[in-house]
């Protein structure tokens, strides 16, 4: 089973989408398919079907399927953007700004005619038009076979396809309506004998074709000037990466290409460089700006032994780094993987629009097709065959050129790609369209203690000092002295903080570990014992440590007990604040955890959380998260992907808290790189506002839709008099899809 994303030329509009979809749907061997109009990419899950198969079905309607990205085996490139594909999108719009430089003129002159011409009917003071009608319309004859063979040509192409394949979208409604006014004009035109026997009717449609052509096609060229600003967050994404390494081989230092770097070379960066691959710092140190990454300002200080990530930039210092993940393998190409899948995902807002659109260009044909046979009829008797023929045309001609296809299939992909974009960029990586949806409908967030709230690793809270000629930073040197010398984990974080106070470790002899109980030896002459507490420990302030789940250490100094030492999984900086911001969204914030209640339910007090769910398994979580959603609650869970993933994989949106370069988490529809819980409250902020967006463009393209085809096929005519030409119904198709797509942009500008 293979998964490919290719590109596509030659869409138009959602129907060619349904299209696409349908045909590939039905070959041997394909498992799935998802087309997105607004991405122009077609995400297909096949065993077995070639890509020359697909193009067999789909190149007869006017589509090519086509790999845009270089195979990554062959080489260790990210993502390298295909110059062919590139040039070839960059020739497509020279050639439509060249036809909107030739038809949009035109269209404006035309349509200015027209308005002239109206308003003189309604103010006959004003003078008539300045070139006699019989010019103008030999004149506009001659532009209007220009414009409709030449600029025409892709809606052209649509009714011979209609025609062949039974095949329609948005071109096949512009081409058929254009042409019928084309042809009943030019028909009227050259066959005088004609003209008399349809009762000598008075109106050409030379400049229906000219100005619907014009206006059709400048939108269409805004539109795809507007949707390549979309994918902006994968042309920046791709435009990170180093094109070279400085490697050291042989005693030498060599510049190669970032794809001839293998795993295990010893890469070089200076002051100002930007790292090219992912790796551990073997010498030297710096401070790295991660923000392209991680979208932290900060930039990260880093020592031997660190792990530093490729597109990153070295803001000072040299140092050297063993390449450890290169190509495909390294956390931007994660990043943007996940970013170009999730930007082709649907979302479930979106099934509507999808099942509109599959039926949308037939149901308009016959719309169309329905209001010129009533006009005909019902008119025929009162208006009188010419007039009823001429508002006839004029309906099925605007009913045509007004129904967009375009708007509600742009309504939520536009939406989606921007706001999965704008992820990416914060440091928040969204698996696909449906995490994101769910995550903007939850009402209660779930999350995890160690590695979500606190820091993941024992750090000292507290030093207790019972004696009254020692001092704390003495304290605290010896049992460091002593405890250098052990393997445990609370040993370490004793060790770590005597050195962040830059506190000497002194030599310590006659060392000795008893396992469960403590560690002894001597430092500077005195008898030194680090031990867990006994019953005869019954000082007020251990019980007060321990009561807030703390772990405690007892040092004892020649027999005596000096002091008390507290241990803890201490709080993330941007806890507290990060669930005041979650609490002022309307959420309710729970914490589940296997650690005893004691310990949460401090840890719960300092941050503010709501409720404690404690001493639970990690198999029971996802139980937990079960009876939260049986009681008609929308649940997020964030935690550390690994020993919560069935809780993750449960809730109806998990969020994984993601570090170092593990940023490919199976578990969770969302991953937060570097594990910043701050950045919860953002994901929730921007999943809302991109749903919210899709629900804007969706209403706006429905409505549009709703109203605008019944009055261009003339239902206001008998009740007012009011008729829609299809001069204001191309321009409102026109822009129609380029107001979805701008509502779509707005959301780059949204602070979260």
Request: with cysteine.
């Amino acid at each position: 089973m293979a998964k490919q994303i290719l590109k596509i030329k030659g869409m138009h509009c959602a129907s060619c989408a349904g299209i696409i979809e349908n045909r590939i749907s039905k070959l041997e061997g394909v498992n799935k398919v998802s087309v997105n109009f607004a991405s122009e990419k077609a995400f297909i899950d096949s065993d077995n079907a070639s890509l020359d198969q697909m193009n067999d079905v789909v190149g007869k309607l006017g589509y090519t399927l086509y790999s845009e990205h270089e195979e990554m085996d062959v080489d260790h490139s990210v993502h390298v953007m295909d110059k062919g594909t590139e040039e070839s999108k960059l020739q497509e719009l020279k050639s439509q700004k060249m036809k909107v430089a030739f038809s949009f003129p035109l269209a404006i002159l035309m349509f200015g005619l027209m308005m002239w011409d109206i308003a003189t009917k309604y103010f006959p003071t004003l003078p008539a038009t300045p070139i006699s009608m019989e010019l103008l319309n030999a004149l506009s004859m001659i532009l209007a076979s220009i414009v409709m063979f030449w600029v025409g040509q892709p809606f052209l192409l649509g009714v011979l396809r209609f025609i062949r394949y039974r095949v329609a979208n948005m071109d096949t409604l512009v081409g058929i309506g254009t042409l019928c006014a084309y042809v009943y004009s030019a028909l009227i035109t050259l066959l005088p004998s004609l003209r008399v026997a349809l009762g000598n009717p008075s109106n050409t449609y030379f400049d229906v074709t000219i100005v619907v052509i014009g206006f059709v096609t400048l939108g269409k060229y805004l539109e795809a000037k507007s949707k390549l600003r979309t994918g902006e967050a994968i042309e920046k994404l791709l435009g990170l990466q180093a094109k070279t390494a400085l490697i050291w081989r042989d005693g030498k230092e060599l510049e190669i290409p970032i794809a001839e770097v293998v795993v295990g070379d010893i890469i070089i960066v200076k002051p100002g460089g930007k790292i090219p691959v992912d790796g551990k710092i073997v010498e030297g140190r710096s401070s790295i700006d991660e923000s392209m990454i991680s979208g932290e300002s900060i930039p990260v200080d880093k020592n031997i032994g660190d792990l530093v990530l490729g597109a990153t930039i070295n803001k000072q210092g040299s140092f050297k780094f063993q390449a450890a993940k290169i190509g495909s393998d390294t956390v931007l190409a994660q990043i943007i993987r996940m970013v170009e899948e999730a930007q082709g995902s649907k979302a479930p807002i979106q099934a509507l629009a999808d099942r509109v659109s599959a039926v949308f260009t037939p149901i308009v044909l016959v719309v169309a097709t329905l209001s010129l046979i009533v006009w005909l009829g019902a008119g025929y008797s009162t208006l009188g065959l010419s007039s009823a023929l001429s508002y006839g045309i004029l309906s099925f001609v605007g009913v045509l050129v007004i129904a967009c296809p375009c708007a509600l299939g742009l309504a939520t992909p536009t939406a989606i790609i921007v706001g999965v974009g704008k992820g990416a960029g914060q440091g928040i990586l969204i698996k696909n369209a449906e995490s994101l949806e769910k995550l903007s409908n939850a009402d209660t967030i779930v999350l995890d203690k160690t590695g979500t709230i606190t820091k993941g690793q024992p750090e000292v809270s507290d030093i207790v000092v019972l004696e009254k000629d020692i001092k704390e930073r003495e304290l605290l040197q010896l049992a460091a002295s002593v405890e250098k010398k052990s393997e445990h984990p609370l040993a370490q974080a004793i060790t770590d903080n005597a050195v962040m106070k830059n506190i000497a470790i002194l030599p310590t002899d006659n060392f000795s570990a008893q396992e469960g109980v403590g560690v002894t030896g001597v430092v500077s002459g005195k008898n030194i014992s680090v031990r867990k507490p006994g019953r005869e420990d019954n000082e007020p302030r251990l019980k007060e440590l321990q009561n807030e789940g703390k772990t405690v250490v007892v040092l004892e100094i020649d027999n005596r007990k000096a002091g008390l030492i507290a241990i803890s999984d201490t709080l993330k900086d941007e806890a507290k604040e990060a669930i005041t911001k979650i609490h002022k969204m309307g959420i309710k914030v729970i914490m589940l955890t296997g650690d005893n209640r004691s310990a949460a339910e401090h840890i719960a007090k300092q941050v503010g959380i709501d409720e404690v769910i404690a001493e639970v398994l990690p198999q029971e979580k996802a139980e937990k998260i079960k009876s939260l959603q049986a009681q008609g609650r929308k649940v997020i869970m964030a935690g550390d992907g690994i020993n919560d993933a069935p809780a993750l994989t449960q809730a109806d949106a998990g969020i994984a808290m993601a570090t170092g370069t593990d940023v490919a988490i199976e578990s969770a529809g969302i991953t937060l790189l570097h594990g910043n819980i701050g950045k919860i409250s953002q994901a929730i902020e921007l999943s809302r506002a991109t749903i919210r967006t899709v629900r804007q463009n969706l209403f706006w393209a429905f409505i549009y839709n709703v109203v605008g085809i019944p009055i261009a096929a003339g239902v206001l005519y008998p009740i007012w008099g009011i008729s829609l030409n299809p001069v204001f119904a191309g321009l409102a198709m026109a822009f129609s899809s380029v107001s979805v797509v701008g509502n779509s942009l707005r959301l780059k500008t949204k602070k979260i």
